[in-house]
């Protein structure tokens, strides 16, 4: 198990400075081009630019995840993988685990070179503790989310239909988020199911407490949200958790025939598809006119073209067109209901 994350080590180390230096240039570019913020003339004022590092780390995780796993779904690659003198499940967490290091190395490297931008063009300006709390918050969440994010490629027979599965994945979430903001306000606020969330409210808050004189406003809002951060924390940490465990304990079960093959899934097409049109359709009800229409027309074209996708062929099986056909109606009665 070491000496092949000394492998990894050693042969994917060009892959991890590429990953690093590509964002951590645009990041440490955005903050140089809008130097004329530095320092701000308002002392409330903090650098909104820093949290574009996090979204940016996001993307990064996404594509780390897709890098160290797709070996495990390339029907040319697995056997070799698999013959290797390492049980799977310890190929898997060497995968997982390196697939961490080189997403902690490029938020260190994107992190510690946009503090030193940031602390260089403000002269010391804004209160930096905060910026480290961050570092520190971050981290947290990225566990949270990389376990998550693995856990949906994973499902997948092949490397296209995971990529796919993480698109629809947070399709499904902001449709689920859009569904309890409109509905549920006051229990969650605005997009409190989105598995960003806590991540989001958390940079907010922090860059803004880092302005020479916090503004309260900030520390208000961040209180309120409170009790919804800390529901999506621990829904998503109980999500994580299960997905980490889960993928351990299935990879022993993988049959090597089955990569390169149609991703039927439990939680793949047949999940993502359905739940999709229902929170979609129920979400759209709340507009109104003649946008109700236009849009239910799109998500029940777009689950059609994802069964086609799922089947690989343009004829696709009667029980998918049921899949649609009752999640549309459920979608509609369920809009109903809520409005």
Known sequence: MKAYFNYLTKTKWLQTMVMALIPTFIFVLTL????????????????????MSVIYISIVLIIIVIFRFSSLRNPKEVDLYYALPISR??????????????????????????????????????REGFFFLLYFIVIFYLVILYGITSFVFLRANTIFDGITFILLFHILFLFISLFFSNNLIGIFMSFGLNPFYSLGRWTTYLLSMTAHTPSNSATEYFVRALPSVIT???????????????????????????????????????LYIPLSIIFGVSTVSLFGGIIIWLINGILVSAGFIGFFIFRRTAKIKLIDVGYILVSVIIGIILGILIN
């Not at 701000?40 to 004022?45: E, G, K, M, V, W």
């Not at 999506?232 to 025939?257: D, H, P, R, S, W």
Request: charged residues 15%; positive net charge.
């Open 89 to 126: 499940k310890k190929l898997y967490l060497v995968h997982l685990l390196f697939g961490f290091v080189q997403l902690l190395i490029v938020w260190t490297i994107m992190f510690i070179l946009g503090f030193i931008t940031i602390l260089i063009l403000s002269n010391g300006y804004y």
């Open 32 to 51: 140089i081009l809008n130097n004329r913020t530095y320092p701000p003339t308002n002392s409330s004022r903090f650098s909104n630019d820093f949290g």
């Open 232 to 270: 999506n924390t621990l829904v998503f940490m109980g999500l994580a958790t299960f997905c980490y465990i889960y993928n351990y304990k299935m990879i022993e079960q993988e049959k090597t025939e089955n990569i390169g093959q149609i991703s039927d899934s439990k939680f793949g097409y047949r």
